[in-house]
């Protein structure tokens, strides 16, 4: 199993598109900006930095779930989104419609909504108590019917 927040997120969602026989079994991503985030163009960060945050950029992660749309995260994976929101639609790093993109939509993964910043999803005890949840309990696809009432919860439409 791995548990990935953030950019770690999107790491172990990649190993498992790209290899589904290495044993994991399960994967929950924590605010993971799967579309992007407008942070990753902050002029202030460190030049090793800028190559890590331009990957993260709209348009860079635009272009690689481009690149990759053939790819899918197998049905054998459970797999899960925790996506944070505290206001304007966000965790105030990553939006919620970043955190649980169209094509983890299509692919029936579950969204499970928590009231905290981009920060606090992993720092906080109301993350630390639904992140022990998400471990324990199977994390199963969801139906058409499912996905349509989370996105109206999570993203108002």
């Known amino acids: 199993m791995l548990v990935g927040h953030s950019a770690g997120g999107l790491i172990a969602r990649q190993i498992v598109e790209d290899h589904d026989d290495i044993g994991i079994t399960k994967v929950i991503q924590v605010c993971s900006p799967n579309g992007g985030t407008n ?63 169209e094509d983890l939509q299509a692919q029936g993964i579950p969204a499970h909504l928590l009231k905290a910043t981009h920060w606090d999803a992993v720092r906080s005890p109301k993350g630390a108590e639904l992140l022990g949840r998400l471990v324990d309990e199977a994390q199963q696809r969801w139906d058409e019917g499912a996905v349509r009432e989370a996105r109206k919860k999570l993203l108002g439409g």
């Open 39 to 101: 942070w990753a163009a902050l002029k202030a960060a460190r030049a090793v930095q800028k190559p890590f945050l331009a990957s993260l950029t709209h348009a860079s992660r635009e272009k690689f779930l481009k690149e990759r749309k053939d790819k899918r995260i197998p049905t054998a994976i459970q797999f899960a989104c925790v996506v944070a929101i505290v206001h304007l639609g966000g965790d105030m790093l990553v939006s919620c419609k970043s955190q649980w993109t």
